[in-house]
C-alpha cells in the first residue's frame, strides 16, 4: 500500500499515466463531464470534499506546468481564487473557455464543491 501521495487507486492510477502536456481538470459538482472523458466522482455531499482539499492533494503527488482558471472567479469567489494563486500562477480564461478546454482533459476530477467557478485545468509538466 502507498505510504505516501495520493492513496486514491483510481485517482493514482489515472496519473501515471499522464504525459507532459496533458489536460487534468479539478472541477466543482456543477462542472458539465464532457463525453468520453474518465472522471473520477469524489463528491458525496454538497461541499464535500471541497475544491481545495483535492487541489492540495493533487499537487502533492502531480508536476503542472501551467494551471488555468475562469476569470469569473475574480468577482464570484474571491476567497477560492486567492487561495489557487497562493499555490500556483494560473492563468485566467473564460468559464466558457475552461468548459471547451476540458473536453480535451484526460482525467476530471469531481469534487463536491458548491461554489462558483471552483474549476481549474492542469497541465502536466515534467519532473526534470
Not at 489536460?23 to 462542472?31: A, K, P, Q, R, S
Not at 472523458?37 to 454538497?46: R, T
Amino acid at each position: 500500500m502507498k505510504k505516501h501521495g495520493m492513496i486514491n487507486r483510481d485517482i493514482a492510477g489515472a496519473l501515471a499515466l499522464f504525459g507532459h502536456t496533458d489536460l487534468l481538470v479539478i472541477g466543482d459538482c456543477g462542472l458539465p463531464i464532457p463525453k468520453g472523458v474518465l472522471c473520477i466522482d469524489l463528491s458525496y455531499k454538497v461541499g464535500e470534499p471541497a475544491f481545495l482539499t483535492i487541489l492540495d492533494a493533487v499537487l502533492a503527488d502531480f508536476e503542472a506546468e501551467a494551471a488555468f482558471i475562469a476569470r469569473e472567479i475574480t468577482n464570484a469567489n474571491p476567497q477560492v481564487e486567492q487561495e489557487i494563486m497562493k499555490k500556483l500562477k494560473a492563468d485566467y480564461i473564460t468559464h466558457e473557455e475552461l468548459k471547451v478546454l476540458s473536453n480535451q482533459a484526460k482525467l476530471i476530477i469531481r469534487t463536491g464543491e458548491a461554489t462558483p467557478y471552483a474549476n481549474i485545468v492542469l497541465r502536466s509538466g515534467v519532473i526534470f
